[in-house]
C-alpha cells in the first residue's frame, strides 16, 4: 500500500482520505458599531464571558485576560492567583478578527473571531471552532462544559449562549429572526 498526501498535509493510505470533523459555527448580530464590538469583545472578556461553566475554574475566576496581540495569551486568573491558559492569539487583525488556538479541549483546536460591519450600528460576530479531528471518539463525547461534547452538539450550543452573553454586553443582541 503506497501513501500519498491529502489536501491538509496528511499521509493517507492509497485514496482513503481521513475524515475531517466539521467546524462548529455560530454568530450574533449585535446592535453596535464594529469597533466598538470588537473592543468590548477583547478588552471586557472578563465581565461578560459566563466563567460558569464555560472556564477552568468556574466560581473560582476573578478575571480573564485577553493579551491584544499576535503570541498574545488569553487566560483566566483564579482567586488563589492560579492562571489557566485558554489559548494563544495566532492571528490578530483589529477590528476585522482573530485567531485563538484553544488549549480548554483535551487537545488544543483553534477558534477563529470575525467582526463584520453590516451597517452603522450593527455588526455579525461569527466563531468557527475547528481542528475536532485532533480529538479522538471519547474525547469528542467528554470535551465540553456542557453534555454531549462536540458529538452531541454542546459546543455549538455552548458559543451560541457565550455569543448571547456577549451580544447583551456589547449594545444587544438583535432579535433571531434577523440572524
Not at 478588552?43 to 468556574?58: D, H
Not at 493579551?67 to 492562571?83: A, C, P, S, V, Y
Request: proline content about 5%; aromatic content about 12%; glycine content about 12%.
Amino acid at each position: 500500500m503506497t501513501a500519498s498526501t491529502s489536501a491538509s498535509g496528511r499521509a493517507v493510505a492509497g485514496n482513503v482520505i481521513p475524515f475531517e470533523r466539521p467546524p462548529v459555527r455560530q454568530s450574533t448580530l449585535v446592535r453596535s458599531d464594529v469597533a466598538h464590538t470588537f473592543e468590548v469583545f477583547v478588552r471586557t472578556i472578563g465581565v461578560w464571558w459566563p466563567v460558569q461553566p464555560f472556564s477552568g475554574g468556574a466560581e473560582r475566576v476573578r478575571d480573564v485576560t485577553f493579551e491584544q496581540r499576535e503570541g498574545g495569551r488569553i487566560f483566566e486568573t483564579w482567586d488563589d492567583g492560579t492562571m489557566v491558559e485558554w489559548g494563544t492569539v495566532l492571528s490578530w487583525t483589529p477590528t476585522d478578527g482573530f485567531v485563538m488556538s484553544w488549549q480548554m479541549t483535551p487537545a488544543t483546536t483553534e477558534v477563529e473571531f470575525r467582526f463584520t460591519a453590516l451597517g452603522p450600528a450593527l455588526t455579525r460576530v461569527a466563531v468557527e471552532h475547528r481542528g475536532w479531528e485532533r480529538l479522538t471518539e471519547s474525547q469528542l463525547v467528554e470535551a465540553c462544559a456542557l453534555p454531549g461534547g462536540y458529538s452531541g452538539g454542546a459546543f455549538a450550543k455552548g458559543w451560541a449562549h457565550i455569543l448571547g452573553c456577549f451580544a447583551s454586553a456589547a449594545g444587544g443582541e438583535v432579535s433571531d429572526e434577523l440572524n
